[in-house]
């Protein structure tokens, strides 16, 4: 009986029965400690050199909240 149930999914696996879940491009919704650290590298904001993530120094970035401008 185990053996009938493994190879029925391991069929519907290979028969593309079983889809994965659509590529998400947004990051996760943040957690309860990471309110405060904009691009979840585990350095909070308020000391954080790079606050958004978008590899340019907050002291350069013209807009340091926004990862999508500099």
Known sequence: MKSLLVMLAASATLAGCVVPPPYDNRPPPPGPGM????????????????????????????????????
Do not use: E
């Open 35 to 70: 309110r405060g650290d904009r691009d979840r590298d585990g350095v909070p904001n308020r000391y954080d050199r790079d606050r958004d993530g978008d590899g340019v120094p907050n002291r350069y970035d013209s807009r340091p909240g926004d990862p999508r401008r500099n």
